[in-house]
């Protein structure tokens, strides 16, 4: 159980990250759910994990922008406390092939998905550190493994997350705080829509798309004391696509 732990979501208005959000409630834990411009579907979010019983709050914030996600952390810590679990969720897809990308097309999705994460790991480590007692969950991809034709700025930032994982991991393992990374294949939502028939989504193993549910189990399992010993790990979650 979470309760009375301080858990922060980001790009939690919708798919994995709600699912993660409406988990970590589940259990107990206070959440603040993070998102992009999507006001109405957070605080929808908020709703439904009050209900709960637990403390939610929504914070409207762009993970790439270093200054405003000192300014949100520092809101958290005032509205909810102290945090206890970073689970970094916030990305976007920006596919084309490498010849002809867009320099703003590799930029903007490593701006997000990667430097968001470090931002948010920069502004709450000292919290975390100073509780002596943490869990940062990094949400990479299959891609960040394998290399997917068509993401080269999506893949690279995936596997920058593995890396970000690894050295934070290593670097906060003596404060007791725990860093790991959860690699997912085709799950349900925004970002997969249309895809299911995909000749991808065909080659999975056990020939069906995940569910954000299933990504936000095993997020709930990484932050839970009964995982203190996994740090630094990627978990797969893809069916096997990725065997
Ligand atoms: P999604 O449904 O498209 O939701 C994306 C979330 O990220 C939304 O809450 C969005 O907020 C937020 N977001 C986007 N840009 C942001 C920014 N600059 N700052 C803060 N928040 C931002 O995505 P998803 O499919 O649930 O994916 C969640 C994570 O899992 C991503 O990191 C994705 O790369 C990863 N993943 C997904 C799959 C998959 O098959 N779906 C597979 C592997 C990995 P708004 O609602 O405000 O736009």
Same mark, same amino acid.
């Not at 409406?22 to 411009?37: E, Q």
């Not at 590799?106 to 790991?121: E, P, R, T, W």
């Given at each position: 159980?979470?309760?009375?732990?301080?858990?922060?979501?980001?790009?939690?208005? @919708?798919?994995?990250?709600?699912?993660?959000?409406?988990?970590?409630?589940?259990?107990?834990?206070?959440?603040?759910?993070?998102?992009?411009?999507?006001?109405?579907?957070?605080?929808?979010?908020?709703?439904?994990? @009050?209900?709960?019983?637990?403390?939610?709050?929504?914070?409207?914030?762009?993970?790439?922008?270093?200054?405003?996600?000192?300014?949100?952390?520092?809101?958290?810590?005032?509205?909810?406390?102290?945090?206890?679990?970073?689970?970094?969720?916030?990305?976007?897809?920006?596919?084309?092939?490498?010849?002809?990308?867009?320099?703003?097309?590799?930029?903007?999705?490593?701006?997000?998905?990667?430097?968001?994460?470090?931002? +948010?790991? @920069?502004?709450?480590?000292?919290?975390?550190?100073?509780? @002596?007692?943490?869990?940062?969950?990094?949400?990479?991809?299959?891609?960040?493994? $394998?290399?997917?034709?068509?993401?080269?700025?999506?893949?690279?930032?995936?596997?920058?997350?593995?890396?970000?994982?690894?050295?934070?991991?290593?670097?906060?393992?003596?404060?007791?705080?725990?860093?790991?990374?959860?690699?997912?294949?085709?799950?349900?939502?925004? +970002?997969? %829509?249309? $895809?299911?028939?995909?000749?991808?989504?065909?080659?999975?193993?056990?020939?069906?798309?995940?569910?954000?549910?299933?990504?936000?189990?095993?997020?709930?399992?990484? /932050? %839970?004391?009964?995982?203190?010993?996994?740090?630094?790990? /990627?978990?797969?979650?893809?069916?096997?696509?990725?065997?």
């Amino acid at each position: 159980m979470l309760n009375g732990k301080i858990a922060v979501v980001t790009g939690a208005s @919708r798919g994995i990250g709600k699912a993660i959000a409406l988990k970590l409630a589940s259990l107990g834990a206070d959440v603040a759910v993070i998102c992009a411009s999507n006001k109405d579907k957070a605080e929808a979010v908020v709703l439904e994990a @009050r209900a709960y019983g637990v403390r939610a709050e929504a914070f409207l914030c762009d993970v790439s922008d270093f200054n405003a996600v000192g300014d949100t952390v520092k809101a958290i810590k005032e509205q909810l406390g102290p945090v206890d679990i970073l689970v970094n969720n916030a990305g976007i897809t920006r596919d084309g092939l490498v010849m002809s990308m867009k320099e703003e097309a590799f930029d903007s999705v490593i701006d997000i998905n990667l430097k968001g994460a470090f931002n +948010m790991i @920069r502004h709450c480590t000292p919290m975390l550190i100073k509780k @002596r007692c943490g869990k940062i969950v990094n949400i990479s991809s299959i891609s960040g493994i $394998m290399g997917n034709a068509g993401q080269a700025n999506y893949s690279a930032s995936k596997a920058g997350i593995i890396g970000l994982t690894k050295a934070v991991a290593r670097e906060l393992a003596g404060r007791n705080v725990c860093c790991n990374a959860i690699a997912p294949g085709f799950i349900e939502t925004d +970002m997969t %829509q249309g $895809m299911e028939d995909s000749a991808f989504a065909q080659q999975i193993p056990l020939k069906r798309m995940g569910k954000a549910e299933e990504v936000a189990e095993l997020a709930a399992f990484l /932050v %839970q004391d009964i995982s203190g010993y996994i740090t630094g790990e /990627v978990i797969r979650i893809d069916g096997g696509l990725a065997i």
